[in-house]
């Protein structure tokens, strides 16, 4: 697509509205900040033990790499969602825009509402964990006193609010800023994981592994013999959690230097790189570690919420090899977490400057900073409800902060479920067009959306168990007698729909549809003096004339013309049924 003549944005590219910095990331940024996102190294550091067994009980066992390849098929189904929605309307509000223009505002806003509760809760395990590995990594480096302050709540609880507070200033100061520190942590996390799968297969292979180690086998790699509703279920969740992230990339869409095309390719491609490293990794882990319930075995309880705690000392000994391989192990959790501190604080920061543009919830947090360009008053807002949630759970119960893995997962299913499912309704009336159109924009959105609503349905029912969760002494850990997986899940989303009501009350313009109004990629639209050479489909935001045309041309400016978005076609009022 050419570019405009003249330095003014485009008509309809939505950082003339929000004040963003465009152009800052490219392609190679975008995808950076999607891996990173996800934390790979914390992701399967926290999350792993819970593929391979829960509730008491093995779950994917060996069949783990299984897990996370069915994983993946739902996590790439909804990237095309975010993909083609993004073509259509690359606004930073994501979910929460494309949900509001296929289905209306209330599911908009609860969709937007389910990024920052996922990433809000997300953030109080993210600290846990960077609080704890920053005294293990001093440990590691030799001051070995500071090490047992790892097992403080006090001290870890401290840290990890202290590492909140930074990551949230990196974010406030700059999105280049921001893409820039993930280039050097992705690239520790990612050469330690490499390190540590070829380390422990070497082992394994070569013969020098535990006894109870196990020779990788092809049936790892599919889930025959597992059932729905007990184990793939709640398991797939679990490995949906390690993938989440990837779509931060698309949140910063208007950010990029191709807002229509860049962030989706990203999406993508951010998926593809965190399929190789998760099977890989996790192949490892299995085949050196086993799936006992006893000593570094992935079904040992106690071994669930860190693995690579457990397994790395087996794993590289005492030598003097072996603490340059812990060092970097501890190193690798600890940039990843706080990689991915900062890059949750991104996309919810982006969703609520979104949603105070359309008038969605209040207008200060659309506020942009005036030097940085960046949203600074939801960039500190969500810094400091993080440390909020932090602190409350900490006081609460520090066995609540492993519910929320879980809980967390109930959440991505939902918010990532709803955008696939947006995004067929969304072009519902032009998926006959095209052959590529009826399966990227229809039938692959909705299959992602139906895995993720049913694997929601059937492991709210197993997190709902009493047993399902038990603490390092073996006590059930529960909410009102029930799960509190299930219940802090639950409990979230009506926390989100008692605010809606509020707010709606107090402001309804964006629920009667006066500044988010809904619409379909078969609407007509604006071609202003500014508009790129060829059509491209890009919705009103928040400050723009209006864009998008009634079928009879009524709201059509004077002296300004209405084209197809499909065929390009322009219309005239001569061409009206």
């Given amino acids: ?132 590995y920053s005294f293990t990594f001093v440990a590691d480096l030799g001051w070995t006193a500071v090490g047992d302050l790892a097992d403080s709540t006090l001290w870890t609880t401290v840290a990890g609010l202290l590492w909140i507070a930074i990551m949230t200033y990196i974010c406030y100061r700059g999105i280049e800023v921001s893409a820039r520190i993930q280039y050097v942590l992705l690239a520790i996390e990612v050469i330690v994981l490499i390190m540590f799968s070829v380390v422990a297969l070497g082992k394994v292979y070569s013969g020098n592994g535990e006894s109870y180690s196990l020779i990788p086998s092809w049936d ?26 990837w779509d931060t990339a698309v949140s910063v869409n208007e950010e ?61 000994g005492d030598s003097a090899l072996g603490h340059i391989g812990l060092l970097l192990l501890s190193a690798s959790i600890l940039t990843s977490a706080s990689a991915s501190t900062q890059t949750t604080i991104l996309p919810t920061a982006r969703t609520t400057l979104s949603m105070a543009a359309y008038k969605a919830m ?85 299959l992602g959306g139906l895995i993720l609503l049913v694997a929601f349905v059937y492991a709210l029912q197993s997190f709902a168990a009493v047993d399902w969760l038990q603490d390092d002494n073996g006590n059930n850990v529960t909410i009102f007698g029930i799960g509190a997986v299930a219940v802090v899940g639950v409990v979230a989303i009506l926390i989100g729909a008692v605010l809606m009501v509020i707010w709606r009350l107090r402001a309804p313009a964006f629920f009667k549809g006066e500044t988010l109004p809904r619409a379909g990629s078969h609407d007509l639209v604006l071609v202003g003096a500014n508009a790129a050479d060829e059509p491209v489909f890009r919705l009103p935001d928040s400050g723009l004339p209006g864009i998008v045309i009634a079928p009879d041309l009524s709201n059509l400016p004077a002296g300004e013309r209405a084209i197809d978005p499909v065929t390009g076609a322009e219309v005239r009022p001569d061409d009206e049924p």
Wanted: aromatic share 12%; proline share 7%.
């Fill in 362 to 446: 209040p207008t200060a947090f659309a506020k942009i900073h005036p030097k940085y360009l960046t949203p600074g008053v939801s960039t500190i807002a969500m810094g400091l409800a993080s440390m909020l949630f932090y602190a409350i759970f900490t006081l609460i119960s520090p066995s609540l902060l492993t519910a929320l893995i879980g809980s967390v997962g109930l959440m991505i299913a939902f918010y990532y479920g709803l955008t696939g499912f947006a995004c067929s309704w969304f072009y519902r009336r032009t998926l006959h067009h095209k052959p590529r159109d009826f399966f990227m924009q229809g039938v692959l959105p909705s």
């Fill in 256 to 316: 990029s230097d191709d807002p229509a095309k860049t962030p989706g390719r990203a999406a993508i491609l951010s998926t593809v790189l965190l399929l190789v490293t998760y099977v890989l990794v996790s192949t490892a882990a299995v085949a050196f570690a086993g799936v006992g319930t006893t000593g570094i075995g992935l079904g040992n309880p106690a071994n669930a919420d860190d693995v690579f705690a457990a397994i790395g000392p087996a794993l590289f």
């Fill in 1 to 132: 697509m050419s570019a405009p003549a003249t330095d003014a944005a485009p008509l309809g590219f939505p950082e003339t509205g929000k004040g963003l910095k465009g152009g800052a990331l490219g392609l190679l940024s975008s995808v950076v900040v999607g891996t990173a996102s996800t934390a790979p190294a914390y992701s399967l550091a926290a999350s792993l033990g819970f593929v391979v067994a829960g509730g008491g009980a093995i779950l994917a066992g060996v069949k783990a790499p299984a897990i996370i390849l069915l994983a993946f098929v739902p996590m790439y189904l909804i990237a095309v969602a975010y993909q083609e929605l993004n073509r259509a309307e690359p606004d930073c509000g994501t979910t929460f825009t494309w949900a509001a223009r296929a289905f209306g505002p209330i599911t908009g806003w609860l969709g937007g509402w389910g990024i920052i509760a996922a990433d809000v809760i997300v953030m109080a395990n993210l600290a846990q964990i960077a609080g704890a």
């Fill in 220 to 245: 790892w790699f599919w889930p025959g013999g597992l059932s729905v509703a007990d184990v793939i279920a709640p398991a797939l969740l679990t490995a949906v959690f390690i993938y989440w992230g």
